[in-house]
């Protein structure tokens, strides 16, 4: 009885240890990468000759970091169709990518590229990256809501920089939710 109990002992020591350190060093990794997005930050956007180019050629716009979702660096291209939708994160073509509203959307179950799976569990205050080959660009989420699917307010020019995020509602396939986060300095 003695020994089952040493045994056992030791087993949830070796355990602990090992989850403990799995866990440090997955914040490793997320802190090594938003050091490495922060150091890309756009300091000044002087020229967009580039774009026109990227978006023909069908390439992928720039990726979106979320740490607090796990979400890291995913894929953006053009367009919101289930073809783009079905490998990466999509630009509403009607708004701006590199000021005012930048609107993006994706899947968040019954894909592959289900990258705003845990849109849902964004908190104010989290931050999102948005880098793109300009550089990165900082927002801190500030609204979480749900909205109807014809509800395409959020997504109207603003005056300040921001992000919005539009995703399906399980269960509820005339809602969506929608994140909006503000640019803030990196």
């Not at 922060?38 to 000759?49: C, F, K, L, R, V």
Request: glycine share 4%; with cysteine; proline share 2%.
């Amino acid at each position: 009885m003695k020994k089952t109990i040493k045994f056992l002992v030791i087993l949830v020591g070796i355990t602990t240890f090992l989850l403990a350190s799995l866990f440090i060093a997955h914040n490793v990794r997320i802190n090594n990468i938003i050091q490495e997005i922060e150091n890309n930050a756009i300091t000044e956007i002087s020229s967009t000759d580039n774009l026109p180019k990227i978006i023909e050629n069908d390439e992928t716009l720039g990726t979106l970091t979320i740490p607090s979702i796990n979400l890291i660096k995913a894929p953006i291209k053009e367009g919101t169709e289930l073809s783009t939708l079905a490998e990466a994160i999509g630009h509403f073509s009607s708004t701006n990518l590199l000021s005012g509203n930048v609107g993006l959307a994706s899947h968040n179950r019954g894909s592959d590229a289900n990258y705003f799976a845990n849109i849902h569990k964004l908190e104010k205050g989290d931050v999102i990256y948005f880098e793109n080959i300009y550089g990165t660009k900082k927002y801190i989420v500030e609204t979480l809501t749900t909205i109807d699917e014809t509800d395409w307010s959020y997504l109207q020019e603003t005056e300040d920089n921001r992000v919005t995020l539009i995703t399906c509602v399980k269960n509820m396939p005339t809602k969506r939710y929608c994140v909006q986060a503000i640019e803030t300095e990196i």
